[in-house]
C-alpha cells in the first residue's frame, strides 16, 4: 500500500512539473527568435514582399533613359508663326540638324525662310517703298548651343510618355532687303519622344538684331513659335 501511495505521488510531481517546461521551452524559442530577428534584421519578412519592396525602392531611382541621344544624329523640319517686331506677323518654315554629344548637351545649325510684309502703313509704303508694295523674302541661319537642365516624363492617356526640357542660345544672320547683318537668338522648347527613332518639338525662340527702317537701323526682337518634327540617325540607337 505504501508503495501505492508513494508511485502516485511521484506522478502527480510530474505532471504538475510538465506545463513549467512547456513553458520554459516557448520563452526559449521567443527569446531565439529575438535574437535572429536583431541578427539579421528582416528575418520574419517573407522573401516575395521583400522582392516587391526592392523593387519599388528601385523605380524611385533614377534609371537609365530608355531613349538615348548620345551620339546621334536628329533632322528636323519645322513651321509656325513669326511675329516681326516693324512688320505683320507671318508664317515661317524651316529646318535643323543637331549633333548630340551627351544627353544634356548638343549643338545645332538651323535655317529659316519667311516672307515679311506691312500692310499697316501704306502711305508709307507708297512715299519710302520700304517694302517695294510687296511681300519680301528673309532668311536666317544659326548656329547653336543647346543644354536639356530637365529630363522628365508624363502620362497622356494610358502610357508614359518622355520628354526633354531644353534652352538654347548662338549668333547667325539674318538676310533680307532690310538686313543683312549679324543676328543673336536664344529660346526654350520641349521635346516629346515617340518610339526610338522620332520627336516631336515645340520652340519658342527670340530673334535679336538690325533691321534698315528709311535712314535709321532699329535693333529688333523678332520671335518665333514653332512645331517640329525629328529623325534620329541612327535609328536602332
Not at 20 to 43: H, M, V, W
Not at 159 to 186: C, F, K, P, W
Amino acid at each position: 500500500m505504501g508503495a501505492l501511495i508513494l508511485s502516485l505521488m511521484l506522478s502527480f510531481g510530474a505532471v504538475a512539473q510538465a506545463p513549467d517546461d512547456a513553458a520554459g521551452d516557448e520563452a526559449a524559442a521567443a527569446a531565439e527568435q529575438q535574437a535572429d530577428i536583431k541578427a539579421g534584421g528582416d528575418a520574419c519578412i517573407d522573401e516575395n514582399v521583400k522582392a516587391d519592396l526592392f523593387a519599388k525602392r528601385r523605380m524611385r531611382t533614377t534609371r537609365d533613359r530608355l531613349f538615348q541621344q548620345t551620339n546621334r544624329h536628329e533632322l528636323t523640319v519645322q513651321g509656325g508663326y513669326y511675329v516681326s517686331d516693324l512688320f505683320d506677323g507671318t508664317w515661317t518654315a524651316g529646318g535643323a540638324y543637331t549633333y548630340h554629344m551627351t544627353e544634356d548637351l548638343a549643338v545645332e545649325a538651323s535655317g529659316s525662310y519667311t516672307r515679311i510684309s506691312s500692310s499697316g502703313g501704306p502711305e508709307l509704303e507708297r512715299t519710302f517703298l520700304v517694302l517695294m508694295n510687296k511681300p519680301r523674302r528673309q532668311l536666317g541661319f544659326d548656329a547653336n548651343l543647346v543644354w536639356v537642365p530637365a529630363h522628365a516624363k508624363m502620362r497622356l492617356g494610358g502610357g508614359i510618355s518622355h520628354l526633354d526640357l531644353y534652352v538654347t542660345a548662338g549668333g547667325g544672320v539674318v538676310d533680307s532687303v532690310l538686313s543683312s547683318d549679324l543676328a543673336a537668338n536664344a529660346g526654350l522648347g520641349l521635346k516629346f519622344f515617340m518610339g526610338r527613332a522620332y520627336a516631336i518639338r515645340v520652340d519658342v525662340r527670340d530673334h535679336f538684331f538690325r533691321e534698315q527702317l528709311l535712314a535709321e537701323k532699329e535693333f529688333v526682337n523678332d520671335l518665333t513659335a514653332t512645331l517640329g518634327f525629328s529623325l534620329y540617325l541612327p535609328m536602332g540607337e
